[in-house]
């Protein structure tokens, strides 16, 4: 309390100028406060006075000074903001690989909360949420108003609490999920080996150790299956985040023998930063096929980019989120953190990421298919473009028909709960590595 008293009167001390300057209307004053920050500063310590004069509701100084900062950073960017000593605690944990919540990346879109990526696993993802989905409320309460840190507030909670989220998704009515909230620890890498030849790593956020974990999984994989029998590997971006910088850049130099990954540029150019690779390529050059999707922003954007534009590995999926922009933390000891847009990420070509996002090289939506559908049997009419054609009448069959309908039923099932967009990787993996070995014979 005594900090917020000595806050208080700090500003009052400030701002306790004449009010009429501003109410002359005069042009000469407009411009002078226009250009001048410190009569600036008054406008805002009339504004500080008024409110925690005549505010209907008894509030803290210390809450208006917050919520007076957040706003200004907010209204700069989706990304810029204030984080209080809790918000700034939660996210020196959340890089570290283990937080409390629901498991997903958020941003603002229009004053609603856009879902950037559920995480793998978490109650988001087991939810059914999707990247592009946007929440329209929280238990009852519209988010519109709000500014992300404080709908992400209302949205975090005790594990094994319950919290129920409106959702609109394109092409489908709103919706209502009801999410259990728990302790979400990420486990930043997974892989395995796929047709018996080929790796893949899947990286669900760049947190601490990353770039270790997928290296420690190439390796993994190339003693298993044997280094002269690996075809390639496939790199899973779908729905990752983002996360550490510096992670991104060690990922991406694990494929890449020389060249840039990297670059940001501020408003300042002499603050320009390149990251370049080092020599050494872990697979020693073999095929790599990445896939990205809307889900996939930030650190993921990096990675994709980088490679795409050295030619190093073939791009599929879906366009990515297009979050090119860097934030930085400045920590305000006893108060928080401010977490500040002060860059943006560029790839080796100089492509811009932000609001652009990284163009996949084959474009491969995701599959679905519906429960009606499987009886025909996986096909091209399968894809999205095909969905919402009303099913036909069903014909009479005999006994054996329906036996046979329903093997293949079966059948399809099994192929549900395979990835479309991965299958087509792992083809176009083995299209490449066919060609090499062809070229190589030449």
Known sequence: MKKNYLLSTIFITLFTFSFPVFATGTSTTIKTAKDDPYLLLELFGSAFEMTRKDYVDEITDRKLIESAINGMLSALDPHSSFMDSDSFRDMQIQTKGEFGGLGMEVSMENGLVRIVAPLEGTPADKA???????????????????????????????????????????????????????????????????????????????????????????????????TDKVRGFVLDLRNDPGGLLDEAQGVTDLFLEQGEIVSTRSKKPEETVRLSATAGDITNGLPIVVLINEGSASASEIVAGALQDHKRAVIVGTPSFGKGSVQSVRPIPGYGALKITTARYYTPSGRSIQAEGIQPDILIPRAEIKEEEIIKGYSESNLPGALGKKEGEKKKTTEKTVQAAADKKTEAKEDTKKDYQLNRALDILKSISVYRQKEQKI
């Open 128 to 226: 059914g949420l999707q990247p592009g989905d946007l929440i329209t409320h929280i238990d009852d309460e519209t988010v519109m108003g709000l500014n992300l840190n404080a709908a992400v507030e209302k949205m975090r909670g005790k594990p094994k609490t319950t919290i129920r989220l409106m959702i609109r998704r394109p092409n489908k009515e709103p919706f209502e999920v009801t999410l259990e909230r728990d302790i979400i620890k990420i486990e930043s890498v997974r892989s395995e080996i796929k047709n018996e030849d080929i790796g893949y790593v899947r990286i669900i956020t760049f947190s601490e150790n990353t770039a270790k974990n997928v290296k420690k999984a190439i390796e993994d994989i190339t003693s298993k299956v044997g």
